[in-house]
């Protein structure tokens, strides 16, 4: 049983280019989301998705873009990449029926820009 | 919005108690906690919704105040494996994600 897995673990970029961080989950949950955790400053919310096709912003969208075209994927892709977006990146997922549903997280994508 | 965790950061000793708060500006629908160990992910420890109810987990167990907007977690007898960051989630309605505090560090030492 896997969970949320994400990939990869690590990376790091040069300024200004590209890269997308995978997420997928096998537990059939339709709410997804990302996360980007800095020191001592909590979790905050990048996108979220409620099903496939839907998708909306969260609290720091600026820099990222999301897709959802699966159940199981939620792709969070990073344009242009800016020393500000070092950081670790957190999936979750959760059951529908709202937001007061537990959340699963992945083990994390640490990601360090140059 | 996001919420405000008191304290930051607390040590106790082996079989000392705890108790971690979680307040928001904004009325509560609901209250998530979660315990994140250092290079970890966040696990999710147990949710409480509108109506005062205290929940438990083996003895870490929260209660849910509607009318001061804040939650409490209630680690007793702690034990070494409690150590890690503690965060609130806070919901203020179901239509409407989740956010979290900054945290509160806990350590538990011998």
């Known amino acids: 049983n896997a969970g949320v897995t994400q990939t990869p673990k690590f990376r790091i970029l040069k300024i200004g280019q590209s890269m997308t961080l995978q997420c997928a989950q096998d537990?059939?949950?339709?709410?997804m989301y990302w996360y980007r955790q800095d020191p001592g400053m909590g979790l905050k919310l990048i996108y979220y998705?409620?099903?496939?096709?839907?998708?909306d912003k969260g609290e720091v969208p600026n820099g990222y873009n999301v897709s959802r075209s699966t159940t199981e994927d939620f792709p969070l892709r990073l344009e242009l990449a800016a020393p500000s977006q070092t950081s670790v990146y957190f999936c979750?997922?959760?059951?529908?029926?709202?937001?007061?549903?537990?959340?699963?997280f992945g083990d994390g994508t640490r990601l360090s820009i140059l | 919005q996001q919420p405000v965790q008191s304290p930051q950061a607390v040590i106790l000793r082996e079989g000392e108690d705890a108790v971690i708060n979680c307040s928001s500006s904004?009325?509560?629908?609901?209250v998530h906690w979660y315990r994140q160990k250092h290079g970890e992910a966040p696990v999710f420890l147990m949710i409480?919704?509108?109506?005062?109810e205290q929940k438990g987990h083996e003895k870490i167990s929260a209660s849910f105040n509607e009318k001061k907007q804040q939650s409490s977690l209630y680690l007793t007898a702690s034990q070494l494996s409690y150590s890690g960051t503690y965060f609130c989630?806070?919901?203020?309605?179901?239509?409407?994600?989740?956010?979290f505090g900054k945290g509160t560090r806990l350590s538990v030492i011998a």
């Open positions: 537990m059939n949950h339709n709410y």
């Open positions: 998705s409620v099903g496939a096709g839907i998708t």
């Open positions: 409480l919704l509108k109506g005062g």
């Open positions: 979750a997922s959760s059951y529908s029926g709202g937001f007061n549903q537990p959340q699963h």
């Open positions: 904004k009325a509560l629908y609901s």
């Open positions: 989630g806070t919901g203020n309605s179901g239509n409407t994600p989740l956010v």
